[in-house]
């Protein structure tokens, strides 16, 4: 156990999180203290540690900032950067990531511009493949990312699922036992939908993209969902709908999604072994998989979700998963590294998956380098706290085919209008002021505290119809 003391207790979260990564790969028992304070402006870290007689380190850092917040996002990274190179020469560890603790390494990448490489290298401690992960899908990126602030991204949220995730944690609930409330959730997002179908049409604003997520919006019966696409009929290039269980997937679905025209689907297996789909809960098998998928193909771009160090699965079954996904030729395969959520039941059942870090660590190298090879370039990534072995989430996909809405999700770069339970608005101000809205959670408190959600969506776009 690493046992951190800090002095001035600042970042404790933050510091706190690096710590617990490296005990991931640790048995070690060391007690860390670290101290702070400036000296004509200049930052002077002390860090002392149990292991080594008289140990102590003191790094010292200069930096100029413009604002508060600057100043605050500045003084964490070098506490965080100081801490790393301790604990990493003591154990004699290095974390995949270095140093990086936050979701979305590409952000930071191209915040350092020409010098990235090195301060990745150097100051954060990247390793080598993350670093090549974190460029290739920024080179990805730069072809796709939104240049005007003028459009946006339009998000109906549906939680409702066909059966819980063994790994879920998300409100979404399994849809037999809502039935009774599904006419009206649908019919209060429709009016949710339509207020702010009004507000793009008065402000003249353009969409990126529309995404119905979830949960999984083809769980709905069909009828609620064609009057939930009747209301959204907007033009957009890029329209995707979150099918996610292949067992949702029938002719009539299929039809409905074209007739308002959905150009992008997700399909996902999660794994091809039907032994681990059934121990995580889903209530589809390996054959559901390839029968929705070929009901799908020619019709929309496809993405497929796998998942990385699901109980029970070797690195060889593994491997096949995402050989048998690339077989099957989709736009686009979405490698998650999976991970144990609070609440989940494969947290109440005690399954860890951090005993199995190198596993997992050779999982995503693989991944990587077969999906590359395969003609797939990463194109969105984010981490996650505690996933096994400090790993990320990456999505693949065919040149031209990218999900341009996971892109601007994920680098924090676009307003998104959302609407629906447990969605959140966000309007991107300027460089990290980013304000967000937020609808109710529970289906049921959504449908109960409809008119208060509609008056903070008011007030939050200044809206004065
Ligand atoms: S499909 Fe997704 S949202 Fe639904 S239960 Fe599974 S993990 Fe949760």
Redesign the pocket.
């Known amino acids: 156990m690493i046992k951190l003391e800090l002095n001035p207790v600042k970042y404790e979260n933050d510091l706190l999180e690096l710590v617990r990564m490296f005990e991931q790969f640790t048995d070690m028992n060391v007690d860390i203290s670290m101290s702070f304070e400036y000296y004509n402006g200049v930052l002077e870290v002390k860090i002392k540690a149990s292991t080594f007689e008289n140990f102590i380190k003191i790094y010292r850092y200069q930096f100029d900032y413009n604002s508060e917040l600057e100043f605050k996002r500045l003084e964490k990274r070098y506490l965080k950067m100081a801490l790393y190179k301790v604990i990493s020469f003591i154990t004699g560890v290095n974390l995949p990531y270095g140093c990086l603790t936050g979701i979305r390494p590409t952000k930071l990448y191209r915040e350092f511009g020409e010098n990235a490489d090195e301060v990745f290298t150097y100051d954060f401690n990247v390793s080598y493949e993350k670093l090549k992960v974190i460029k290739d899908t920024v080179n990805t990126q730069n072809a796709i990312k939104n240049r005007n602030n003028d459009k946006i991204d339009f998000y109906v949220h549906i939680p409702f ?1 066909p ?3 063994a ?2 944690s ?1 409100i ?1 609930t399994p849809i037999n036992k809502q039935k009774a409330i599904l006419e009206e959730y649908t019919e209060k997002l429709i009016k949710e939908i339509r207020l702010m179908k009004r507000y793009i049409r008065e402000n003249k604003i353009k969409l990126r993209s529309i995404y119905i997520g ?3 919006p083809t769980s709905l019966p069909i009828d609620l969902l064609e009057k939930i696409l009747k209301t959204l009929n907007m033009r957009v290039k890029e329209f995707t709908v979150e099918a ?2 292949p067992d949702t997937i029938t002719p009539e679905m299929v039809d409905l999604l074209l007739k308002y025209k959905v150009t992008r689907l997700s399909i996902n297996p999660q794994t091809f072994l039907n032994r681990t789909l059934k121990a995580i809960g ?1 209530k589809h098998t390996n054959q559901d998989t390839l029968n929705a998928y070929n009901l799908v193909k020619d019709k929309f771009d496809i993405n497929m979700d796998l998942i990385a160090a699901l109980p029970g699965e070797s690195l060889k079954d593994f491997e096949n998963n995402i050989k048998k996904a690339v077989k099957l030729n989709p736009a686009s395969i979405t490698v998650h590294t999976l991970y144990i959520k609070a609440g989940s039941d494969l947290k109440v059942e005690g399954y860890n998956n951090n005993e199995r870090n190198t596993e997992v660590f050779n999982m995503i190298n693989f991944s990587f380098k077969y999906l590359e090879d395969n003609g797939y370039n990463p194109y969105y990534m984010y981490r996650q706290k505690y996933t096994a072995g400090s790993l990320e989430n990456v999505s693949y996909a065919k040149p031209g085919k990218e999900c341009v809405y996971n892109v601007d999700i994920m680098e924090d770069d676009t307003s998104i209008i959302a609407c629906g339970a447990g969605s959140s608005s966000k309007l991107i101000k300027e460089r990290d002021l980013i304000v967000r809205q937020f609808d109710f959670k529970e289906p049921k408190e959504y449908i109960l505290r409809f008119d208060e959600i509609i008056a903070k969506k008011k007030e939050f776009f200044e809206i004065n119809f």
């Open positions: 699922c059966s819980r995730c790994y879920c998300f979404s979830g949960g999984t996610g269980r889903r």
